[in-house]
């Protein structure tokens, strides 16, 4: 265990330790006296040093009457309270000690047997405590407290080690859920105030009081209730995200402490804000405090400056209690986390290099081959050069038609490059044979795409009713059929049917969500290559009314349907597998057969495709009833979801969702598969192939500098009002809200250069209803993927390594209860998924030691779709301005403190980033009016927090003979920074 110095102070002033009826903890001796500890010397230790099992009995060794050992680390917050025994920022530790406070003797052992053998009175102790095969085998270190020997029970400080290294807050909270009363778990390790020294007494009936028990050095293994520390990093944490109890002041008079504010006064704000308490409540409970202490009145005279409550009205009683709680930032506390993300320590070069030949290697395969490849490495480009320089028919997989169109236009340009070079070297173009590399490429367009069908209605009607719609609705010949066979009247001119009957001709680029339904444009095909984005395709699923089994029914089916109504509220299982079979065969017979023909009229087909009464949900639930009973747990999940109706009434529905794993039918009859994802699910891929060979390559991103928020900005409670127009409070909660978007807008408009913003759609609404802008695109949280080309109000078009700014506002977190849905369509037929009612959270770190987080679901299947759906769609996001292939400086934004996989530069508070204009913060309230449109009045403030880096005028001398103050972010080009604002004078502070 490491200890270390207290900062600030030379030695430490202990507080008094009160009991909840708030009277003083002390001492007692062995004659009965009582002595505060808040009276006695301390033993200190002003150096950092390392403490083992071995040099615990030095520490004793020094003690004299009426000493007590301090160790631990630096207070909570400096310049705000005084050490408590609360206070320490504890180190990791590998030692722990048991404070014994009165523990039984075991039956035969008494204060006279510890006097008289006190070594084996207290082993044992330690066998009761511990057992005797442990403490044979455990180093233990005792010391006898100054009263053991003289209460008629057992009092003794136990110091073992343990394993692994682990936050000393773990084994406190360890300690707390011993139901041993005799056990106090405020002593745990030496970072605590530990209380010992021997009686100061004529006669002391233990000339030795350590005790050394030597085993053979095993330690206590509690890797099974404790986290590790190896590994971590050290990160502070703002104490307001936490619940703390209130500390009273104190019991005695209160006193104007120095600085103008009492000290207790500080602390006691820092208290209640720390408890969640809101400004008004804090004043109260100070006011009502420091009338029961009888404060001084010049303490009364020091807290009343004027100053305006949250209800407009002055307060000139504790108006300075006001202004503590506003400024105060509840202190920091320190915890243990992940270090945060470095970029890789390699090149493009290499990057490209490594992919290009892992790629080479998997295409002369068989199998399904994954290769995450961090954005900008060239993944594209080396798919283009894969497919047109050797003679395979490939058919290739982008996430939406967009892509498809850039990819088939990058392929055909390298289609001709590479045919005319084949003409160049042969000089006659009848001696090119007819192949690959005159076969066109094309995106194929599905049937509900623009321009493709325009008999939709009837098709989707037959889709409905289960009719085969190539065969009763196109008309397509089978194999097996003349020439003669009905077709649709407008067959000749359908774009989609001469797409299918074409499909030979080309080399097709499709959407990755036929995945699972074109298996014949792939039955060709030599490799399938997927570009990103296939797992959702991966898995079906369907949301069924639970009422739906209530509806009317005939005969044995209506009762067999209201049973599973009753099994699935209830979770009872009273069906039995024949009667759900016999439920699921009487569905079927239920659905009917319509007569449908390619030459019949679209108002026709609709008409023969009403299904009537029958309901094809309740054929999922008989269906995966049946699974479940099969012992596929996960096909199946009923939940309730309660929502208001338009007068504020609340109201409950209950659903199933039926999930199934999709079959890539697409896939079926290929033999080389090659998956190029930056962001893959690679837990729900091997669900689908658990062969599948993964391939990683990483490269460092390139001219890009990133600001991290530390606290909450572009939550929903911050920009939308969702009080219904009955609340009192709507039209308050409205103003609010508004001002808000407001300031968001101004900030945005002031950002040099192009922005894109990613945040929730009901977000993007909100301010577009009320702003506008030129330089400023939106896109949605999930909703980014492959795209990479941004069109902005002005008519600009620019690429994602071209785009100056990305704004990433808030974060997308779904609630565990659909991400869990998720996971059970892609392990339907594995064990049942673990639910949860909300995330847990662990500290990361985001960058200088600052605290961020990452929400984690106990459940490594759930975990790996939150990590997908919460981190991984905002890296798609910044991944796209973050090209390792980016030229100029640009600047990411992160609006929120939780942890992604990107290196941040900077961790900057709400306030401060709401004041920066690129990469300056500007520190002079004129100056935040002009620029960003709304009040400097909090500039003081952030001023406190932020150094002056450089000063600057934006008028000449005469008109403007104070400059403004400004800072300018490590890094940045000054020159640059001041020609965006327009400056016409600068220099550094």
Same mark, same amino acid.
């Given at each position: 265990?490491?200890?270390?110095?207290?900062?600030?102070?030379?030695?430490?002033?202990?507080?008094?330790?009160?009991?909840?009826?708030?009277?003083?903890?002390?001492?007692?001796?062995?004659?009965?006296?009582?002595?505060?500890?808040?009276?006695?010397?301390?033993?200190?230790?002003?150096?950092?040093?390392?403490?083992?099992?071995?040099?615990?009995?030095?520490?004793?060794?020094?003690?004299?009457?009426?000493?007590?050992?301090?160790?631990?680390?630096?207070?909570?917050?400096?310049?705000?309270?005084? !050490?408590?025994?609360?206070?320490?920022?504890?180190?990791?530790?590998?030692?722990?000690?048991?404070?014994?406070?009165?523990?039984?003797?075991?039956?035969?052992?008494?204060?006279?047997?510890?006097?008289?053998?006190?070594?084996?009175?207290? &082993?044992?102790?330690?066998?009761?405590?511990?057992?005797?095969?442990?403490?044979?085998?455990?180093?233990?270190?005792?010391? !006898?407290?100054?009263?053991?020997?003289?209460?008629?029970?057992?009092?003794?400080?136990?110091?073992?080690?343990?394993?692994?290294?682990?936050?000393?807050?773990?084994?406190?909270?360890?300690?707390?859920?011993?139901?041993?009363?005799?056990?106090?778990?405020?002593?745990?390790?030496?970072?605590?105030?530990?209380?010992?020294?021997?009686?100061?007494?004529?006669?002391?009936?233990?000339?030795?009081?350590?005790?050394?028990?030597?085993?053979?050095?095993?330690?206590?293994?509690?890797?099974?209730?404790?986290?590790?520390?190896?590994?971590?990093?050290?990160?502070?944490?703002?104490?307001?995200?936490?619940?703390?109890?209130?500390?009273?002041?104190?019991?005695?008079?209160?006193?104007?402490?120095?600085?103008?504010?009492?000290?207790?006064?500080?602390?006691?704000?820092?208290?209640?804000?720390?408890?969640?308490?809101?400004?008004?409540?804090?004043?109260?409970?100070?006011?009502?405090?420091?009338?029961?202490?009888?404060?001084?009145?010049?303490?009364?005279?020091?807290? &009343?400056?004027?100053?305006?409550?949250?209800?407009?009205?002055?307060?000139?009683?504790?108006?300075?209690?006001?202004?503590?709680?506003?400024?105060?930032?509840?202190?920091?506390?320190?915890?243990?986390?992940?270090?945060?993300?470095?970029?890789?320590?390699?090149?493009?070069?290499?990057?490209?290099?490594?992919?290009?030949?892992?790629?080479?290697?998997?295409?002369?395969?068989?199998?399904?081959?994954?290769?995450?490849?961090?954005?900008?490495?060239?993944?594209?480009?080396?798919?283009?050069?894969?497919?047109?320089?050797?003679?395979?028919?490939?058919?290739?997989?982008?996430?939406?038609?967009?892509?498809?169109?850039?990819?088939?236009?990058?392929?055909?340009?390298?289609?001709?490059?590479?045919?005319?070079?084949?003409?160049?070297?042969?000089?006659?173009?009848?001696?090119?044979?007819?192949?690959?590399?005159?076969?066109?490429?094309?995106?194929?367009?599905?049937?509900?795409?623009?321009?493709?069908?325009?008999?939709?209605?009837?098709?989707?009607?037959?889709?409905?009713?289960?009719?085969?719609?190539?065969?009763?609705?196109?008309?397509?010949?089978?194999?097996?059929?003349?020439?003669?066979?009905?077709?649709?009247?407008?067959?000749?001119?359908?774009?989609?049917?001469?797409?299918?009957?074409?499909?030979?001709?080309?080399?097709?680029?499709?959407?990755?969500?036929?995945?699972?339904?074109?298996?014949?444009?792939?039955?060709?095909?030599?490799?399938?290559?997927?570009?990103?984005?296939?797992?959702?395709?991966?898995?079906?699923?369907?949301?069924?009314?639970?009422?739906?089994?209530?509806?009317?029914?005939?005969?044995?089916?209506?009762?067999?349907?209201?049973?599973?109504?009753?099994?699935?509220?209830?979770?009872?299982?009273?069906?039995?597998?024949?009667?759900?079979?016999?439920?699921?065969?009487?569905?079927?017979?239920?659905?009917?057969?319509?007569?449908?023909?390619?030459?019949?009229?679209?108002?026709?087909?609709?008409?023969?495709?009403?299904?009537?009464?029958?309901?094809?949900?309740?054929?999922?639930?008989?269906?995966?009833?049946?699974?479940?009973?099969?012992?596929?747990?996960?096909?199946?999940?009923?939940?309730?979801?309660?929502?208001?109706?338009?007068?504020?009434?609340?109201?409950?529905?209950?659903?199933?969702?039926?999930?199934?794993?999709?079959?890539?039918?697409?896939?079926?009859?290929?033999?080389?598969?090659?998956?190029?994802?930056?962001?893959?699910?690679?837990?729900?891929?091997?669900?689908?192939?658990?062969?599948?060979?993964?391939?990683?390559?990483?490269?460092?991103?390139?001219?890009?500098?990133?600001?991290?928020?530390?606290?909450?900005?572009?939550?929903?409670?911050?920009?939308?009002?969702?009080?219904?127009?009955?609340?009192?409070?709507?039209?308050?909660?409205?103003?609010?809200?508004?001002?808000?978007?407001?300031?968001?807008?101004?900030? !945005?408009?002031?950002?040099?250069?192009?922005?894109?913003?990613?945040?929730?759609?009901?977000?993007?609404?909100?301010?577009?209803?009320?702003?506008?802008?030129?330089?400023?695109?939106?896109?949605?949280?999930?909703?980014?993927?492959?795209?990479?080309?941004?069109?902005?109000?002005?008519?600009?078009?620019?690429?994602?390594?071209?785009?100056?700014?990305?704004?990433?506002?808030?974060?997308?977190?779904?609630?565990?209860?659909?991400?869990?849905?998720?996971?059970?369509?892609?392990?339907?037929?594995?064990?049942?998924?673990?639910?949860?009612?909300?995330?847990?959270?662990?500290?990361?770190?985001?960058?200088?030691?600052?605290?961020?987080? &990452?929400?984690?679901?106990?459940?490594?299947?759930?975990?790996?779709?939150?990590?997908?759906?919460?981190?991984?769609?905002?890296?798609?996001?910044?991944?796209?301005?973050?090209?390792?292939?980016?030229?100029?400086?640009?600047?990411?934004?992160?609006?929120?403190?939780?942890?992604?996989?990107?290196?941040?530069?900077?961790?900057?508070?709400?306030?401060?980033?709401?004041?920066?204009?690129?990469?300056?913060? !500007?520190?002079?309230?004129?100056?935040?009016?002009?620029?960003?449109?709304?009040?400097?009045?909090?500039?003081?403030?952030?001023?406190?927090?932020?150094?002056?880096?450089?000063?600057?005028?934006?008028?000449?001398?005469?008109?403007?003979?104070?400059?403004?103050?400004?800072?300018?972010?490590?890094?940045?080009?000054?020159?640059?920074?001041?020609?965006?604002?327009?400056?016409?004078?600068?220099?550094?502070?």
């Amino acid at each position: 265990m490491r200890i270390s110095r207290v900062h600030g102070i030379a030695k430490p002033s202990i507080r008094k330790v009160l009991r909840p009826d708030g009277k003083e903890v002390k001492k007692r001796l062995p004659d009965g006296s009582e002595a505060s500890p808040i009276e006695w010397p301390t033993h200190w230790y002003g150096t950092t040093r390392d403490v083992t099992i071995d040099s615990v009995p030095a520490l004793y060794d020094g003690i004299q009457p009426h000493e007590c050992i301090v160790l631990g680390g630096a207070p909570d917050s400096r310049n705000v309270t005084r !050490l408590r025994r609360t206070d320490f920022r504890l180190p990791p530790t590998d030692l722990m000690v048991l404070d014994i406070d009165g523990m039984p003797y075991v039956d035969g052992y008494t204060d006279e047997s510890l006097r008289s053998d006190p070594e084996g009175t207290i &082993r044992a102790q330690l066998c009761q405590m511990f057992g005797s095969d442990e403490v044979d085998q455990l180093h233990i270190v005792v010391a !006898l407290s100054s009263r053991a020997g003289f209460t008629g029970d057992f009092r003794a400080h136990v110091w073992v080690g343990v394993t692994p290294f682990c936050e000393a807050k773990e084994i406190a909270a360890l300690h707390k859920k011993q139901d041993v009363p005799w056990l106090d778990a405020g002593i745990f390790q030496a970072g605590r105030v530990l209380f010992a020294a021997p009686p100061d007494i004529e006669s002391d009936p233990f000339p030795v009081r350590v005790f050394e028990f030597k085993g053979d050095g095993m330690v206590i293994d509690l890797s099974g209730v404790v986290r590790s520390t190896e590994g971590l990093v050290e990160l502070k944490r703002q104490f307001s995200r936490g619940k703390h109890s209130i500390y009273k002041v104190n019991t005695a008079p209160i006193h104007a402490g120095e600085g103008g504010v009492s000290e207790e006064c500080w602390n006691f704000i820092l208290s209640c804000k720390r408890s969640g308490r809101t400004e008004d409540e804090a004043i109260a409970a100070l006011h009502e405090e420091l009338t029961r202490l009888e404060a001084p009145s010049a303490t009364w005279r020091r807290m &009343r400056k004027v100053i305006r409550r949250s209800d407009g009205m002055t307060d000139p009683t504790l108006g300075e209690a006001r202004r503590m709680f506003r400024d105060m930032r509840a202190g920091e506390t320190l915890v243990y986390g992940e270090p945060a993300y470095r970029e890789p320590d390699t090149t493009l070069t290499a990057a490209s290099e490594a992919l290009s030949r892992a790629v080479r290697d998997q295409i002369d395969r068989e199998g399904v081959f994954l290769n995450k490849v961090t954005l900008g490495v060239g993944k594209t480009h080396e798919i283009v050069e894969l497919v047109t320089s050797r003679d395979v028919k490939a058919l290739i997989l982008a996430p939406n038609h967009e892509r498809c169109a850039e990819i088939v236009s990058r392929l055909e340009d390298a289609r001709q490059k590479r045919l005319y070079d084949a003409f160049d070297q042969v000089e006659q173009f009848e001696e090119i044979e007819d192949r690959w590399l005159q076969r066109h490429w094309a995106s194929w367009r599905g049937r509900s795409a623009e321009g493709m069908c325009s008999r939709l209605d009837a098709v989707n009607a037959a889709f409905r009713a289960g009719v085969s719609v190539h065969k009763h609705i196109c008309g397509f010949p089978t194999l097996d059929e003349s020439e003669d066979v009905k077709r649709c009247p407008i067959f000749a001119s359908c774009a989609y049917a001469d797409q299918v009957m074409n499909f030979w001709r080309h080399n097709w680029v499709a959407p990755v969500a036929m995945i699972s339904h074109l298996s014949r444009i792939a039955s060709d095909a030599d490799v399938v290559i997927i570009d990103e984005g296939c797992v959702e395709y991966l898995a079906g699923n369907k949301m069924v009314p639970l009422e739906e089994l209530l509806a009317p029914r005939p005969g044995r089916l209506g009762e067999l349907s209201r049973r599973a109504h009753s099994d699935l509220l209830e979770d009872t299982q009273t069906l039995t597998f024949d009667e759900v079979q016999e439920a699921l065969e009487l569905e079927y017979e239920a659905k009917p057969s319509p007569h449908v023909e390619p030459d019949m009229s679209d108002e026709q087909i609709i008409a023969n495709c009403d299904l009537g009464s029958y309901r094809a949900g309740c054929v999922s639930i008989w269906r995966a009833m049946n699974a479940r009973l099969e012992g596929g747990e996960n096909h199946l999940h009923v939940f309730s979801e309660t929502k208001k109706d338009d007068d504020g009434e609340e109201f409950t529905r209950w659903w199933v969702d039926v999930a199934w794993r999709q079959e890539a039918r697409l896939l079926k009859k290929a033999d080389t598969v090659l998956l190029f994802d930056a962001t893959p699910n690679e837990v729900a891929l091997r669900a689908h192939w658990p062969e599948i060979e993964v391939f990683e390559v990483e490269a460092p991103k390139l001219n890009t500098r990133v600001v991290q928020v530390t606290d909450a900005i572009g939550k929903r409670s911050q920009l939308i009002n969702d009080l219904p127009k009955s609340d009192p409070k709507f039209k308050a909660e409205e103003a609010r809200v508004k001002k808000a978007r407001q300031r968001l807008a101004a900030w !945005l408009r002031a950002q040099p250069g192009y922005t894109v913003v990613v945040t929730k759609k009901d977000h993007r609404e909100a301010i577009e209803r009320e702003h506008r802008f030129k330089r400023v695109a939106f896109a949605h949280h999930g909703a980014v993927e492959g795209k990479d080309i941004w069109d902005f109000p002005d008519g600009k078009r620019l690429h994602g390594v071209d785009v100056d700014n990305l704004v990433v506002l808030g974060r997308n977190a779904p609630p565990p209860y659909e991400l869990e849905a998720i996971a059970r369509r892609h392990h339907a037929d594995e064990d049942a998924v673990k639910k949860m009612g909300w995330y847990r959270t662990e500290n990361w770190e985001l960058g200088g030691g600052v605290a961020g987080y &990452r929400l984690r679901h106990d459940d490594p299947r759930v975990d790996a779709v939150l990590k997908n759906v919460a981190v991984d769609s905002l890296m798609q996001a910044v991944g796209r301005m973050r090209s390792v292939r980016r030229e100029k400086m640009g600047r990411v934004f992160v609006m929120h403190s939780m942890r992604l996989d990107i290196e941040v530069d900077e961790c900057v508070s709400a306030e401060e980033v709401m004041r920066r204009a690129g990469d300056v913060t !500007l520190l002079s309230a004129n100056e935040v009016d002009r620029v960003f449109a709304t009040g400097g009045r909090n500039t003081r403030e952030v001023a406190k927090r932020v150094k002056a880096t450089h000063k600057y005028r934006m008028k000449d001398k005469v008109a403007q003979p104070k400059p403004y103050l400004c800072a300018i972010a490590a890094g940045a080009d000054v020159d640059q920074c001041m020609a965006e604002l327009g400056a016409l004078w600068w220099e550094a502070v």
